[in-house]
């Protein structure tokens, strides 16, 4: 009998720790299955991160090349506007999020001026006439043809506008032409408009714009 009972308990003791065993096997299991899961979120998650950074960095880069700055760049017609662009430091801000208008002077518009007055133009210590000179071509906001022609119209022929610079211009229309007159009378025409930017819209002009010393 003593036997008997001492085999129930032996039976007994081995149905425990069978149990406790499989409950310990269940919970290491449940653990390493959490553990698992967390890895495998965080390396989605990280991917993902990733992913997303590069697809920014892309867009990012996309939207410089297609910038005002990174479209003067691809023109043959706009390589001295850049070379001041680059000058006076502003072509990172064209290059830039934003929305701006800019009335690009060509290379012939350039030529127009004397040696002397590009010359200096140039010069470091002229920076800041430099600054003041591109900033008279730059307005605040995209511009489009549509809005421009209907703008010109609504001013009855003659509408003024300010630049990033704070002095004013002046657009009329020739025929189907924009024409642009600065504040010393000296007009410019379009002569390729309405070219989209990322960051706004490049009018190309034949004449260098000069505000009142």
């Known amino acids: 009998m003593k036997f008997k009972n001492t085999s129930i308990l ?3 003791a081995m149905t425990a720790f069978v149990f406790v065993s499989s409950c310990e096997d269940g919970k290491k299991k449940e653990e390493q299955m959490r ?3 967390e890895r495998v ?3 989605t998650a990280e991917k993902a991160r990733v992913e997303r950074e590069a697809e920014e960095a892309r867009m990012k880069e996309e939207a410089r090349a297609n910038s005002i700055a990174g479209q003067a760049m691809k023109n043959e017609d706009l390589t001295t506007l ?3 662009l680059q000058s006076a430091d502003l072509a990172t801000m064209l290059s830039e999020p934003g929305e701006y208008t800019v009335f690009a002077p060509s290379n012939q518009a350039f030529e127009k001026l004397t040696q002397k ?3 200096d133009l140039m010069k470091p210590e002229n920076k800041q006439m430099l600054t003041d000179v591109l900033t008279y071509h730059v307005v605040k906001g995209a511009i489009t043809s549509d809005k421009f022609a209907e703008a010109i119209k609504g001013a009855k022929g003659s509408y003024k506008f300010k630049t990033v610079k704070g002095d004013e211009l002046t657009a009329s229309m020739n025929g189907d032409q924009f024409v ?3 504040a010393t009378g000296k007009k410019a025409q379009v002569i390729l408009g309405n070219v989209e930017a990322s960051n706004g819209r490049i009018y190309i002009i034949d004449t260098v714009l000069m ?3």
């Open 10 to 12: 032996f039976a007994a």
């Open 35 to 37: 553990m698992e899961t």
């Open 41 to 43: 979120e965080m390396e």
């Open 82 to 84: 850049v070379s001041a």
């Open 117 to 119: 007055q590009r010359d």
């Open 180 to 182: 642009i007159k600065d």
């Open 211 to 213: 505000s009142k010393k």
